[in-house]
């Protein structure tokens, strides 16, 4: 029984190049949540999916940062021309019902 | 707009010390879960447990208690008896009603380091 499966767990890009982050949720679970922790903060949300849609794209900045959950596949996160300040630990967490939510190991992304 | 806030930052005790992890939330909402994660070393965040908002009893699961106080706005934990392997950052977080009802996103405090000597 697999839990939230995150890959890779740490990526390493320069300023300028893409980085695309994969969350496989739970098997079953349609509901997506993205969440960034920059380094000594506590996690802030970015963004929440279902299958094939986005709910709510508060937490997510306007640029630069898009999320999708397609049909099939996982969920990405992909953020185009990173800056240093991008650089975060970004935590996925998958839901059966939007309730309570199982988070994956993170993945630590560092902007040279 | 929800806020959660967790005054202490660090926290140092000696193995064997009971030590009390505050957590203040805010929120509009009428329904709403609070949670609590472990975040050790390693970096992958642990659920350690969920109360709703109608539920006001005391949770106590092993070294483990929780309390909750709507009139304070408040839900701390209480490490009992506390050992190394408790040496972690912990998340006090809030959710709050979202589309079609469903509790979506989390709003998290900044958490307390925990670093427990021996």
Known sequence: NAGVMQNPRHLVRRRGQEARL??????????????????????????????????????MPKERFSA??????????????????????????SSPTGDEQFFGPGTRLTVL | ?????????????????????????ETRD?????????????????????????????????RYSWNFQKSTSSFNFTITASQVVDSAVY?????????????SKLTFGKGITLSVRP
């Open chain 1, 22 to 59: 994969r969350c496989s949720p739970v098997k079953g679970h349609s509901h997506v949540y993205w969440y960034r922790q920059l380094p000594e903060e506590g996690l802030k949300f970015m963004v929440y999916l279902q299958k094939e849609n986005i709910i709510d794209e508060s937490g």
């Open chain 1, 68 to 93: 999708e959950f397609p049909k099939e596949g996982p969920s990405i996160l992909r953020i185009q021309q990173v800056v240093r300040g991008d650089s975060a630990a970004y935590f996925c967490a």
């Open chain 2, 1 to 25: 707009a929800q806020k959660v806030t967790q005054a202490q930052t660090e926290i140092s005790v000696v193995e064997k010390e009971d030590v009390t992890l505050d957590c203040v939330y």
């Open chain 2, 30 to 62: 009428t329904t709403y879960y609070l949670f609590w994660y472990k975040q050790p070393p390693s970096g992958e965040l642990v659920f350690l447990i969920r109360r709703n908002s109608f539920d006001e009893q005391n949770e106590i699961s092993g």
């Open chain 2, 91 to 103: 998340f006090c977080a809030l959710s709050e009603p979202g589309v079609a009802g469903a509790n």
